[in-house]
């Protein structure tokens, strides 16, 4: 028996999110019957944690035991020819017993890709929002930069989650930037964000929020009084998910960004 | 009445190509259908040229005439309300009545994109073709060089196309250039190629000749045999069209990339 571990990359847009569900087809259902057509096991795929129905993945991590005898970099060439072009297994390694692709993550990175401009583009029609006006560049970045740090995220926990014990959180980075051709405004922004870990929805509806200060439709001060606050009222809307990206993913012993180009 | 004429970029994985045909749904037809939506009338659109099924367009141009009143530059936004996401128009403006969006052509350039590496990535799975093996770049660059100037390029013309009297073309620029990465070999390779204009499959064909010559599958002297000879037994297969798209079109008057950002 060994424990596998890899790292893949998806398209969110035609799965129901990471978790295997009733309704629809999942990553882990497609990465579960992968690995069963490459070893004839039907194992439990544990990944770094749950991405939404429409949520993308530059570096998701999961990791499965296995009996079987390829080596385990080979793995990764095998399970794509059973994975459709969505879905790619970019790296696969043997881990350390005790690896845990959810438990023992440290550090996860999220990226949120805003396009402006008059028309939705067709290249990120399915990976970034389009916006058609322009939000302040200005507040968005001082309402990132007020959620750095360690706080009670609760006011950015989807309702209807199962209540928590702990909805502190430690955020080590939080920025937008502007990328991308000669034109002015620069048509896309991006917001990534680093930490020790997310609340469920807790990305989207940090972005809901910031737009709306962005667009003056939530004064600056909000970030800050949903922070200090804690009611799930005083944050902004739920940002859709198709903007999102799983970014990168870091472990005491194992960093995704190590493994791509 | 007037003239209108327009930019638009689309995805064409899937359309059966530019052409209105029975056997599926065709990007002009989708724009006649919108202009329908739009005016009520029924036109004709022209194109600068056709493109093959699965294969994009970054800057393509086309012409219609309308009773309609609405302004000229309306018709950007008004039709991709009756577009589905993956074709976009991106500029519309009044063109003088003698503007044809075919024969008016001066320039047209092409982009093929390669993506080198153990997988084909998730991003560009319509948009590149994807190359287990890495050719050697100077071997190509070298076979691109050769296409520059006026020949005769009846070699790379599909066979089966009706017959034509000048298969003499003019090819300006024929280049390959590496992007993106850190990582050796860069992941992605792309042709550019700017000409007079192409015949039927002509680029998929030089690009097909140009990758057997990178891989050694011919030689490096196959491309001025085929240029000389004119057969198209000379000249190596027809690319996959999915790694295809049309970059840009230049008219006396009008130039798409002032147009884009």
Redesign the interface.
């Known amino acids: 028996m060994k424990r596998i571990r890899i790292i893949l990359?998806?398209?969110g847009t035609s799965y129901v999110g990471w978790q295997i569900q009733p309704n629809g087809v999942s990553i882990q259902q497609m990465l579960t019957d992968a690995i069963f057509g490459v070893t004839g096991e039907r194992v439990n795929v544990i990944g770094s944690g749950r991405t939404d129905s429409g949520v993308h993945a530059r570096a998701q991590v999961a990791h499965f035991d296995t009996q079987a005898r390829m080596p385990a970099d080979k793995f990764?060439?095998a399970l794509?020819t059973h994975l459709p072009?969505?879905?790619?297994?970019?790296y696969s390694a043997e881990a350390p017993p005790d690896f845990h692709a959810c438990f023992s993550a440290k550090q996860k990175q999220y990226r949120y890709t805003v396009q402006l401009?008059?028309?939705?583009?067709?290249?990120t029609?399915?990976?970034a929002l389009h916006l058609h006006t322009v939000p302040s560049f200005d507040l968005l970045q001082a309402a990132a930069a007020a959620c750095v740090g360690t706080h009670d995220f609760r006011a950015f926990m989807a309702t209807g989650s199962k209540p928590m014990e702990d909805t502190r959180r430690t955020i080590f980075s939080s920025e937008w930037s502007q990328v991308?051709?000669?034109?002015k405004p620069p048509?896309y922004w991006r917001y990534d964000v680093a930490g020790s870990g997310f609340l469920y929805n807790m990305v989207r509806i940090l972005v809901g929020t910031m737009l709306e200060i962005g667009s003056g439709k939530l004064p600056p001060e909000a970030m800050t009084r949903a922070l200090t606050g804690g009611a799930r009222d005083l944050a902004g809307p739920t940002a859709p998910a198709h903007g999102l990206t799983l970014w990168r993913v870091c472990y005491p012993d194992f960093d995704t960004e190590d493994y791509l180009?």
Chains 1, 2 share one sequence.
């Open positions: 990359e998806y398209e990764a060439v794509n072009p969505d879905i790619r297994v970019l401009g008059p028309h939705a583009r067709v290249q029609r399915n990976t991308g051709g000669g034109s048509p180009a």
